[in-house]
């Protein structure tokens, strides 16, 4: 039976968020040839009208206007709530990002429909949705499906494919009536402007109390600039102000699922294997040979960081 899909767009930086494009793919699978609906907050709606269509979006319901461009609580779910009123869909998808597990809860709380958070996969059986999403950090996985009424769900990043399927997307402008606000943001003040982002980015070279101080950072950052990754680290390189806690991977950090994770003096414990160990190849340098984090490793090189990761770098500057 065919589904009506919304999907919440995202845009940083002037771009869409990967995890945008691919909750896009995703409703074109799920929506068994029903509407896909996206809807993003944002000025410049109409310079993504083609990139939405061609991956798959039929209607594009663009929000603009000072209160939504930046991400607020308040107005984000108030606007999202009266669009959901207006467009009916069956299933709501976002990205599991900073604002995708902010506006999910409330909104699904205001309409009282279902919620699924960072889902790794999604899936028709039986006309039916299975949502899977990992649960004890990671140490395993449950599928959830919903017997009746709407689904919100947000998407883990790097866990579905993107695709194009070539469709239009008819602009739709919105306009949410007698929005009640509590907050205004009235500057962004930004800590990692221009790195890539940790939880989209395809490669991450994490640090922990292996790299000792902030310098010992460096090599990571380079080896990172040479194969146009992020950089992040452990909590114990966090706790010990080597780094900031934005970078901080694992159970209390960032998840993230790059396509490669180089792992740098970090011992392996349970809670940072909790962000990182979906990753499709993982790399680790450390030099005790018995580290746990040979463990989850597909390649491990026991040796000193500091020796290693330069010699690393030089060599993928030559490739
Ligand atoms: P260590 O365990 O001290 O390991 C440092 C490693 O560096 C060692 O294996 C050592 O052999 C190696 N090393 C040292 N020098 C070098 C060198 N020159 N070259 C190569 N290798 C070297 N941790 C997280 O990471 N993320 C979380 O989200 C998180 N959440 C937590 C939540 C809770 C409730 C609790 C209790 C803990 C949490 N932790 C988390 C902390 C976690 O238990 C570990 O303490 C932490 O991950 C250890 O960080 P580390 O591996 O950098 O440090």
Not at 22 to 38: F, K, N, R
Not at 42 to 56: L, P, R
Not at 181 to 199: M, P, Y
Not at 205 to 222: H, M, N
Request: charged share 20%.
């Amino acid at each position: 039976m065919s589904k009506r899909i919304l999907v919440v767009l995202e845009e940083k930086d002037g771009k869409l968020r990967n995890v945008s494009l691919e909750a896009l793919t995703l409703a074109g699978q799920l929506s068994d040839g029903g509407e896909v609906q996206a809807v993003l907050f944002s000025s410049q709606a109409a310079s993504f009208q083609n990139e939405i269509g061609q991956h798959g979006a039929d209607t594009l319901y663009v929000i603009e206007g000072e209160a939504w461009k930046t991400y607020t609580p308040d107005a984000y779910s108030q606007a999202l709530v009266q669009l959901i009123e207006q467009a009916k869909p069956d299933v709501i998808l976002a990205g599991h990002t900073a604002m995708g597990k902010d506006v999910a809860p409330r909104v699904a709380a205001r309409l009282q429909i279902g919620l699924v958070s960072d889902c790794t996969d999604a899936d028709v059986q039986e006309e039916r949705i299975i949502f899977t999403r990992p649960i004890y950090a990671g140490k395993a996985f449950q599928q959830k499906a919903f017997l009746e009424g709407i689904v919100f769900a947000t998407l883990r990043a790097n866990n579905f494919e993107v695709k194009q399927s070539g469709r239009q997307a008819q602009i739709i402008p919105f306009e949410p009536v007698a929005v009640d606000l509590r907050t205004i943001i009235k500057e962004v003040v930004r800590k990692t402007a221009g790195t890539v982002d940790l939880s989209e980015a395809k490669i991450i070279i994490s640090g922990g109390r292996g790299v000792k101080s902030a310098e010992g950072f460096k090599p990571l950052q380079e080896l990172a600039a040479v194969l146009g990754g992020a950089v992040g680290a452990s909590r114990g390189a966090c706790d010990a102000e080597y780094c900031d806690y934005s970078l901080q991977i694992g159970q209390t950090g960032k998840v993230v699922t790059p396509d490669l994770y180089i792992a740098c003096g970090i011992s392996g414990a349970i809670q940072h294997l909790a962000g990182m160990s979906n990753a499709k190849v993982i790399v680790a340098i450390n030099k005790d040979p018995e580290a746990p984090i040979f463990q989850v490793a597909d390649y491990g090189i026991v040796g000193d960081l500091f020796e290693v990761v330069p010699l690393l770098t030089e060599e993928c500057k030559k490739a």
